[in-house]
Structure formats: C-alpha cells, structure tokens
C-alpha cells in the first residue's frame, strides 16, 4: 500500500506542478515558466512523471527507478520552494502579498513532492512496510 501511494502522489503532484508552471506566478503577465528557476524544475518534475508512469505500467520496477523517482521529486520539490525564495528576495524583489495563486500553488505541490520523497525513501528503509530492497 505505501508503495501505490507514494506513486500515486508524485504523479498527481508532479502533472498538477507542471501545469501549475503555465499559470500566473507574479504581477502583470509573469508565469511560472518566466522564473528561470522554473524551467528546471519543470524539467525535473515532468521527467519525474514519466519515470512515475513507467513505473506504474510495470516496464520498470527496480530499485534504480525507486531511487531515481526520489531524487527528482527531491529536486522538484526544491527548486519549487527556491523559487518563491528568488522571487521575493532574489531578481524580482517581490512582496508576498504580489505573489499571484500560481506561486501559492507551486509552493503547495513542492510540499507534496517533497513527502512523496520521503514515501518513497521510506520504502528503502529495512523492516518498513513496503520495503523494496535490492535487486538481483
């Protein structure tokens, strides 16, 4: 069962972010892809997905992909919240309360990539229910 939903998770998380990229971040016509940032978490995120859709079909299911789907949503969940970082002390110099329903979003999916990382490492602890486990 943990297994599902930390799968189910970084899917869900990792295409609502990605469309969450095509929104608006910041005042006037400023969206998500426009932050520089913000297009290597997206990149990050989407090869996320399709590491996650492999996956779910059964193609690959090793430790390798296991792992390799933690460190992108490690790495999309970051970015994710460095962006609201560079956004509000970085170029932009933005106030939080300019932060348009795309930044709030994003932030709120990076927290839920980020404990889709930490279900799927969890799944590489021993003596945890779902423990994967090396392979042969």
């Known amino acids: 069962m943990p297994r599902r939903l930390s799968g189910l998770l970084l899917l869900v998380s990792g295409i609502a972010y990605y469309v969450d990229l095509f929104l608006r971040w910041g005042p006037g016509n400023l969206k998500g892809w426009d932050v520089s940032l913000n297009g290597l978490s997206g990149a990050a995120v989407l090869s996320l997905v399709l590491v996650e859709v ?73 003596g945890k229910a779902g423990y994967v486990g090396p392979t042969a």
């Not at 299911?61 to 919240?81: I, K």
């Open 54 to 126: 492999v996956r779910s079909l059964g193609v690959w299911r090793t430790t390798t992909s296991s792992l390799l789907s933690f460190f992108l949503a490690g790495v999309g969940a970051v970015l994710g919240v460095s962006v609201l970082i560079h956004l509000h002390w970085g170029f932009y110099r933005l106030s939080f309360s300019a932060f348009c329903y795309g930044a709030w979003t994003g932030l709120a999916l990076a927290l839920l990539l980020a404990m889709g990382a930490m279900l799927r490492l969890r799944e590489h602890l021993p």
